[in-house]
């Protein structure tokens, strides 16, 4: 690396408009992914522990375990790799159609998947490839992904793009002759941008576009489109509060695909350092989300559940009781607590309540008669610094 | 709600012109671990495995993570 | 007070050949602009360039919450040790707003070298400084010589090199 001649150039009422691409997360001086001009950032263990369960009135229906790990290892100054692995375990049942669980189908129980990528930076750009594996004992994923950022010369503005192809296997434990695929191809352009000392922005479009195999093998009725297009739009802002130890960060999604599933989702998080060695992180999340197309109602005909009215005479050609197809809302309050041990070590404990009625759905009806489905997660994680 | 985001958009690109952009000493506060975009990224994928399981809307994590099998 | 010495700017250019040309550049027209004076007083006494100081003069631009800058500290230690002697004096200016996180930061880096501390960012305004650490190396008639963005470990041979040539 070599030096560069600089210029003070005279600036007439401050910041040229020239100025006006901007800056992202001090690249300089904070090390890691998103800072293509330092470098791979350093060496990091992390462990978490999630303990997830939901429930709907009357009975507990699923519950997780799942440890997950992530490891970042600078290799060099221009090499680093990362690496992690989940596993879950999964016990409980899913219903057959909406609510009902009666003849309930097993979940698939146990899942594993790993994923590593590999980052060159390169002075004011960083470029990675990476790949992910997924398996459970009635689904494989696996995926391959490129990724570039491109930070500009003042380091106030920084350019993401990502391209990823998936390729996911769909077996089924109850039918040993289902064996399907589905492929997939997702886009990702964001921008980031520091307005300000305190003001950081981004803007991210992801476009994907799949084809294969989209219906549940263990619904009852259950057929759904071969293709399936989404779009989503994120939009995300921290805002540090000068003078006191509170940022606020926001975060808008809205989200359509070819299903007919429109949503939108908004969250608040609030990070608070309360000394230099604890903070808090309180969050609320809003969601809705309009139903699929091919939805349909707990409305049944003359044969009873699960079969919709004009199914024997005139059968559409997709339909689907999947409740996580219909048009809800969901609200949850989460808080997280980080704990800096030492200069190496931190600690964090994250607790969320999450609730999904159809009555919170925003811009539209809900779904009727579906049962609101609450859930809890606990995360607790530990991590070091090398 | 389509059309408000892309307002919004638009006006975040524009006021960006009138905000001042912060020079190079004076990242002291987005250098802050709580001011990037994603302080936990294990924490995000494991949340967002979670949302996609429960919900059916995705994107905003990036690409080529893996399915989770949520047919 | 002097006006910011007005020199050529490229910071585009990659390729070696072209640096070079653009440090001749910068010694051509140096020559026309008067030399730079930062009166911000450093701990060795003198101000930070001009005023009774003789040396040529490494400036480091450094802040408590810039990461590459706890790499350059030990670093330019070793460069006051071995070069001092033979002319070169070292001042790092810090940007810090606060005082307490600035010497924080001092306590553990133990600079040997002299430390001047502008919390209005004044010094780092007039030369216009583009990135954090940022490093100027002037000549004994106080004419920029070099500059220098960042600081990564693989630098340190290359700059001492340039450090070298500049005292000569």
Redesign the interface.
Known sequence: ?????????ERPG??T?A?????V??A?????A?SA???PGPGLV?F?W?D?S?RQPGFDRIRVQ?P?L?VNYPVS?HWGVEA?Y?ADSVSGASPRWHTSIASASPM?EY?H?G?VRVTRYT?RAAYSV?????D?N??D?????L?GVWNS????RSWNA?????R?R?TSVNDPLLDQARRTV???VGV?????????????L?Y?RGRG?????YKFIDIRPESRD???????W?H?F?GSDV?L?T?????R?T?G?R???LIFES?V?VTERF?VVPGVRL?S?SA?DFYYDPIYSYLGAPYPPGWLEAPPAYLSPDQ??AAFG?VSLAVKFIFRIDDLWTA?L?VEA?E?RTTWRI?GPGSPDLAP?T?T?V?V?IARQF | ??RA?AI??IA?LL???A????R?W??????????????????R???Y???TS???????N?????????? | MAE?????????R?D?LA?AA??L??GATAADAPPLELALPASDGLPVLGGGNTRATYIDFW?S????CRLSFPWMNEMHDRLSARGLRIVAVGLDRREADARRFLERAQPRFAIALDPGADSAR???V???P?S?MFSAERR?L?????F????RE??EG?LRAALA
């Open positions: 690396m070599v030096g560069e001649v600089v210029a003070a150039i401050g910041r408009a100025a006006c691409g901007s800056l997360a001090a300089l001086a904070l090390p890691g998103t001009q330092l470098g992390s978490k999630l997830y939901d799942s997950s992530f100054e992690g989940t698939r899942r998947g994923n002075g990476g790949a992910a594996v997924s459970e009635d689904f994923s696996r995926a391959v992904s990724q010369d003042d380091n106030n990502a391209v990823a192809y998936t996911d769909i997702d886009v990702n980031t941008q520091a307005l300000s000392r305190t003001d950081i922005v981004q803007v991210e992801t994907s195999y989209y219906s549940d093998p989404q779009t989503a739009l994120l939009l995300r921290n540090y000068d940022v960060r975060s808008w999604r809205g989200y695909d299903f599933i949503s939108q989702t990070a350092d903070a969601y989300q699929a996580r197809l969901a964090d994250r999450y999904q811009g489905l859930a997660f995360q994680g | 709600m389509r985001a919004t958009l975040l006021g960006g012109c905000i001042e952009p912060p190079a004076e990242r002291d506060l987005l250098a802050r671990p709580a001011m990037t975009m994603d302080p936990d990224p294990l924490e994928r494991i949340m495995n979670i949302y429960r919900e059916n809307s995705f994107g905003g990036g690409v080529g993570g893996g399915g989770c099998g949520c047919n | 910011p010495g007005k020199l050529t700017l490229d910071s585009r990659r070696l640096l653009g440090l550049a910068v802040a919450w810039c990461a590459p007039r030369l216009d583009q990135a954090m940022s100027y920029l070099f500059s220098h963005r960042g990564r470990p693989e630098d290359a700059l340039r």
